[in-house]
């Protein structure tokens, strides 16, 4: 009797492993810039003025733009905060430490966020609920945006190093 295992596919992906030199973990890095977070934070902004302006004709009420742009700015502030807390101190180099900023600045990110749309009656009069929510949606949508829109502008303006090499 033979007890001829089948390789595991992890075991097939060690084996292949090349690792790379530091020329061409260098090119890698030219060839796939990190993109700023910046861009999706100016994104939720821009997307809460369209909103504003789509529920200042739908409705023609003023209160309602202001709703709708104040919704998104409850998501867009706290996310700018949250990346100037993350990016702000040099890189840790443990990571659990890195963990925990990381979850730390999320955390003051949602409480935020939640304080915002909470003060909403207080500071906006004659708020209108749908056009805050459309405002919040709106914004929030931007993260699935940046992830749906970095992989095709990464693979469109730079190509695939990893091709090249082999």
């Given amino acids: 009797m033979t007890t001829n295992a089948l390789v595991p596919e992890v075991d097939a992906e060690v084996e ?13 890095r ?3 810039p990190a993109l700023s977070p910046w861009w999706v934070i100016v994104a939720q902004v821009v997307v809460g003025m369209l909103v504003s302006v789509v529920a200042l004709v739908w409705v023609r009420e003023w209160s309602a733009a202001w709703s709708a742009m104040y919704g998104a700015l409850a998501v867009a502030l706290p996310a700018a905060l949250f990346v100037r807390g993350t990016r702000r101190v040099p890189a840790v180099r443990e990571q659990s430490a890195a963990m925990l900023k990381f ?6 990110k949602l409480v935020l ?6 003060a909403a009656p207080l500071l906006i009069g004659d708020l209108r609920w749908l056009a805050l929510l459309a405002g919040v949606i709106a ?5 699935w945006v940046a992830l749906v829109v970095r992989p ?11 091709e090249k090499r082999h």
């Fill in 152 to 162: 095709r502008w990464m693979n469109r303006n730079h190509g695939s190093d990893l």
């Fill in 16 to 28: 292949d492993f090349k690792p790379l030199t530091a020329e061409e973990a260098q090119r890698l």
């Fill in 30 to 32: 030219e060839a796939n």
């Fill in 139 to 143: 914004a929030i949508k931007m993260y």
């Fill in 103 to 108: 979850a730390v600045w999320e955390l003051i």
């Fill in 113 to 118: 966020t939640v304080a915002m749309l909470a």
